[in-house]
């Protein structure tokens, strides 16, 4: 079964951009530790970051056709994209949104996702072991059908 991990804007610069808030460990790093962990649970992946939200829901399209689970870390466009949230709205199946950092704990504008809204689960606050958590977490709700 296949599993897209989606991840938006300034995520490429994991591990250089404000390491105090989301750690040292870079991209590749989460994708090698995403990859291990399918392997083990039976997923293929498709991992892949963007800048740009057109990107994002070109993939959740995609994730439409082949996909059986999205695990979406939106970044910034958590907080301002309806277009990405309609977009998730024709996949159907499960959602898993995940943050880095505990968004609840820092600025106000971070407290809205607007994502929340169609996910099955959200993590937040878990570092990047989030991903591997998100993964485990699909793995059960597609093992309940
Ligand atoms: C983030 C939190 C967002 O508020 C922020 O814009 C990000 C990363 C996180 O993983 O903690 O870029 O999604």
């Known amino acids: 079964r296949t599993v897209f991990v989606l991840n938006g804007p ?3 610069l994991l591990g ?4 105090e808030i ?7 790093d989460v994708e090698a530790d995403c990859r291990a962990t399918a392997a083990g649970l039976g997923f293929d992946i498709r991992f892949h970051q ?3 939200e057109y990107e994002i829901i070109d993939w959740v399209h995609e994730a439409r056709e082949v996909g059986a689970a999205i695990v979406i870390n939106p970044a910034a466009f958590t907080h301002t994209s309806v277009a990405i949230l ?7 199946g499960p959602i898993i949104e995940i ?5 609840h704990a820092r600025e106000a504008f ?8 169609v996910a099955s689960g959200v993590i937040a ?13 699909v793995a059960k709700l597609l093992q309940a059908g």
């Open 16 to 19: 250089k951009r404000q390491p």
């Open 125 to 137: 606050g878990f570092g990047t072991q989030g991903y591997t958590l998100a993964l485990q977490r």
């Open 99 to 103: 943050h880095i950092s505990n968004v």
């Open 50 to 52: 963007s800048n740009r």
């Open 22 to 28: 989301y750690g040292h460990e870079t991209l590749a």
């Open 110 to 117: 971070r407290h809205h996702s607007y994502v929340s809204a």
């Open 10 to 12: 300034n995520l490429n």
């Open 86 to 92: 309609d977009a998730l709205k024709t996949f159907e």
